[in-house]
């Protein structure tokens, strides 16, 4: 145990939090206003799911951090140690094992469980914003259900592209009421977000705590003629052979040579251990 | 079919010392459907005043104003503006009309706004149009840019083209060939011969011995000098 | 017939400074009303309490809705309120983009109140948009551009056509000419009037044109500081004003 309050933060915030958190839960979807702290990293690098893991995070806890489903990258290893020093709590890579993910832009490929809580690192919580500038506007709108707005974000994307080009901070619609951002994912993972485990969404720089609780209806909103589609690169993984995993591209030299593998790093790994192997499998493991 | 009782009429200058003119009185004129009664008076006497009034254009101060039983004088406005769709068409000197709509609406406006439809409305506009010698290469573009006479043969199909049970004609045949003025003479004996009522002022002493049936002197409804 | 809006002894204060006092009138369905004054004679906020901008200190504005007939929309919930303000009511602004979203294409403007109902067929919207534009005379290959595109007069004329697509029953106009060249104007305005024809819509139009009441309104109402001063047929009220304020206004305008 270090010299810090356990995780970082004092017991009167965290406590405030904690109040977001569950009024967040209580009214799925709706974001909760709360006293976002000063962080010892700066906005964007995910002061909001920070302070939501440190008021979730109890010291029999094991944590778990992923940046764009990778363990290791900056962001997720910098955090990870956050915790590691502040509150002193077991941390693992591996999903199955932890009790609490943080996560940013990414939901694990393995399915979650009653027993863990996914935190998502939250950029700019507010759907409408980008159409409607105006807070009160956009708070009146949530209010009334007037979602119609979200369509013409849609349409534009349709009528720009053909398709719905929106590819990850894609809008849903929480148990037929409150519209929201399920945070930069890409939309692929959609469909996941109706899971046996809490979803808590953590907004630092825009003050917004919201959640999901477990099994609670979560839907990709489209037209009936565009309808949604979780979609991925069509391509299995070159390390694991994955073909059900959502896929990052990699470019490989001048050449053009390019791999796709699995952005989620632990999915990847437990299934080479479990002898899968991909196109490009063996050179990678030479 | 027009009936007015005892009409009075007076502008009150306000910013002019509110000064009070009083340009009629004693107004009482009927006319039956089938009818046409020419005013006569002397320039200024009040004719165009007179149909102004009855056309609800301008505001009378007592009396009653009956068209087709309703009192103008005393109408809402929607009264008055369902009267005049139905029953009370007018054709001014002037044309005044949106720019840029075609000769051709213009005429079949009339007709549109009784619910005509517009294929119907067009057809009953250029048989107008034509009857008066507008040249057909002019039904597309907008009166405005017509000379004087053409405005007033267009303003005359306009006011022609829906048959109205009570019509005012002011100075339909001024400044019109011979041919157009018979045109015009025509289309009035026609209205009487269905039973329109109509008031008239002609200028053209031949054109009115030809429709009126009678004349009324609006010197008569002048005010009386200050006793 | 029962009337469309009934507006009865409306006022809105600001402060001690009277915004509009004393409005009553009865709107009937079909009928254009024009509300003339000059600047500061309180047309605007009148016409902003009556479409439910504006919250007025006194008085009902009482709307025959199509489901449950007249309704005071000053007492009315807020959500039903806005409801009407994207079904039955329109609100064509003067600035086209203070009425449009100017980083939305001409057909994701025209598109939006269909959304807001409830429409989620893309086809169906961006047809029913593509039809819109042809009838306020854009051509439909402008359809994914965006308003800052178009030249005033088109996107004044966008602004109705994203009105209208819902077929609302009462449009509320501010100064809908405002700011345009004359032979813009004089386009617009024959829009308007078909449209109104047309579609059987109910109009108060604010302005301080009298050339543009003489054309678009049935009947007339000038207001001087926040005071009705004189109604009526709109020709009436032009040719036979009997209110000095009206007669000084009427004998103002510059002949052509």
């Known amino acids: 145990m270090s010299d810090y309050n356990f995780a970082y933060l004092d017991e009167q915030t965290k406590r405030m939090i904690r109040r977001a958190i569950l009024k967040g839960l209580a009214v799925p979807g709706y974001q909760v206003p709360f006293a976002s702290r000063e962080m010892p990293m700066p906005y964007g690098w995910g002061t909001g799911g920070v302070q939501v893991s440190a008021a979730t995070l109890t010291p029999e806890d094991t944590f778990k951090v992923i940046d764009q489903g990778a363990d290791d990258t900056t962001n997720a290893v910098s955090i990870r140690k956050f915790f590691e020093r502040t509150a002193g709590v077991a941390t693992t890579e591996e999903t199955e094992k932890a009790s609490v993910i943080q996560t940013r832009h990414r939901i694990p490929e393995a399915e979650l469980t009653e027993d863990q809580i996914l935190v998502y690192q939250v950029p700019i919580p507010e759907p409408l914003r980008f159409l409607e500038p105006r807070e009160t506007e956009t708070r009146k709108m949530h209010a009334l259900q007037e979602y119609g707005l979200m369509h013409v974000k849609l349409y534009e994307d349709i009528s720009q592209h053909g398709a719905i080009a929106t590819s990850y901070a894609y809008p849903v619609k929480v148990s037929d009421r409150y519209v929201m951002d399920p945070s930069p994912i890409p939309k692929f993972d959609n469909p996941k977000m109706e899971m046996a485990a809490i979803q808590l969404f953590g907004a630092g720089r825009e003050q917004r705590i919201y959640a999901v609780p477990p099994y609670t209806k979560v839907v990709s909103l489209d037209f009936e003629d565009y309808p949604f589609e979780a979609s991925k690169a069509d391509h299995p993984c070159d390390l694991c052979a994955a073909e059900d995993s959502y896929l990052d591209e990699v470019i490989l030299d001048d050449a053009g040579n390019r791999m796709f593998v699995c952005s989620d790093t632990d999915y990847c790994r437990s299934r080479r251990e479990a002898g899968h192997v991909g196109r490009l499998g063996e050179e990678a493991a030479a | 079919m027009i009936e007015l009782q005892n009409v009075s009429k007076s502008f009150t200058l306000h910013n002019q010392g509110s000064a009070v003119i009083p340009v009629m009185e004693g107004a009482t004129l009927s006319v039956k459907p089938g009818e046409c009664v020419g005013l006569v008076g002397a320039s200024g006497a009040g004719k165009s005043t007179l149909m102004r009034l009855i056309y609800g254009n301008y505001l009378a101060a007592s009396g009653s104003i009956l068209v087709g039983g309703v009192d103008v004088a005393k109408a809402e406005p929607r009264e008055i503006l369902a009267l005049r769709r139905k029953t009370l068409g007018y054709v001014s000197q002037f044309l005044r009309v949106v720019p840029r709509v075609p000769a051709l609406d213009v005429v079949a406006e009339p007709l549109l706004s009784v619910g005509t439809p517009i294929e119907e409305a ?52 001024a400044s019109l060939d011979a041919q157009n003025r018979a045109t015009v003479l025509d289309l009035i004996e026609g209205a009487k011969a269905r039973g329109a009522a109509i008031v008239g002022i002609f200028h053209d002493e031949a054109a009115r011995e030809q429709v009126c049936d009678r004349f009324v002197d609006v010197s008569g409804f002048s005010p009386k000098v200050a006793a | 017939m029962t009337p469309l809006l009934q507006v009865k002894d409306v006022a809105k204060m600001y402060g001690a400074r009277i915004g509009c006092t004393d409005v009553s009138f009865d709107l009937y369905p079909g009928e254009v009303m024009g509300i003339v004054g000059e600047s500061g004679s309180g047309k605007s906020t009148l016409l902003n309490c009556l479409a439910g901008h504006l919250a007025p200190d006194r008085g009902e504005v009482v709307f025959d809705t199509r489901a449950d007939g007249p309704v005071d929309t000053v007492t009315m919930s807020e959500p039903a309120r806005r409801m009407l303000g994207r079904t039955d009511w329109a609100f064509v602004h003067q600035h086209a983009r203070d009425g449009l979203r100017m980083s939305v294409s001409a057909g994701g403007n025209i598109g939006e109140r269909l959304m807001a109902v409830g429409d989620r067929h893309y086809g169906d919207i961006r047809a029913r948009a593509a039809d819109w534009l042809g009838r306020v005379e854009i051509s439909d290959a402008r359809i994914d551009d965006r308003p800052s595109a178009f030249s005033g007069g088109m996107q004044q004329r966008l602004q109705i056509a994203r009105n209208l697509v819902t077929g609302p029953r009462l449009v509320f106009m501010d100064e809908p000419t405002g700011g345009l060249d004359v032979s813009v104007q004089a386009r617009l305005l024959d829009l308007l009037r078909g449209l109104v024809r047309e579609m059987g819509l109910s109009a108060i139009i604010v302005t301080h044109d009298l050339a543009v009441v003489r054309l678009l309104a049935d009947r007339l109402m000038v207001m001087k500081d926040g005071h009705v001063v004189e109604t009526g047929l709109t020709d009436q009220v032009l040719d036979d004003p009997q209110h000095g304020y009206t007669q000084l206004l009427v004998s103002s305008v510059l002949q052509v």
């Not at chain 2, 006479?149 to 048959?163: K, L, M």
């Open chain 2, 122 to 173: 067009r057809e009953k506009a250029a048989t107008l149009l034509a009857g008066l010698n507008i040249p057909e290469r002019l039904w597309s573009l907008s009166p405005t840019t017509f000379s004087g006479g053409e405005q007033q043969r267009v303003n005359i199909a306009r006011g022609f083209a829906y048959d109205y049970p009570a019509l005012l004609l002011d100075e339909p045949t």
